[in-house]
């Protein structure tokens, strides 16, 4: 396959303020190009038509499409964290200034983007040979909003 897949995300008038928040969050991530409209375009010239950038590994396509569309949990980007440091970092930042937790690791940014804030650890628990052991850490982890390992620890012991 000649190209890879790149996530479009779909924005109204703020995708350039939307790239600009997600790569201060993410750690080695940078926008790589901002495309503006110009003369006799829909929109003013000079104005954001679509901006790339890559958070980590991944390229995303941030579009100003309009009002028509707005983002829904039915799709979701998955964060990998490593500590708990992490898990409370990316928490704190994507909920800030109007962002919403949910359950169970979930959360929506202030631009009503949804992310999965998950530790490795709670995989790894969930995943245990003992099922019992597994069992209780995914109880615990449904009482949750922002996952706290050690209290996953606490239960599955």
Known sequence: MGKRITP???????????????VATFPDS????????????NAPAGTVL???????????TALNGGP???????VSFQID???QDEVDHYWNTLTTDGGEESCCGWLKDKFGLSWQVIPRRLMELLQDPDADKANRAMQAMLQMRKIDVAKLEEAAA
Do not use: H, M, P
């Open 8 to 22: 479009c995300l779909w924005f109204d008038g703020n995708a350039e303020d939307a790239a600009n928040f997600y």
């Open 68 to 74: 028509e569309f707005k983002f829904t949990e039915a």
């Open 30 to 41: 940078e926008i790589l190009d901002v495309q503006r409209w110009g003369e006799g375009g």
């Open 81 to 83: 964290c490593e500590s």
């Open 50 to 60: 679509t901006v790339s950038l890559r958070l980590g590994d991944t390229v995303f």
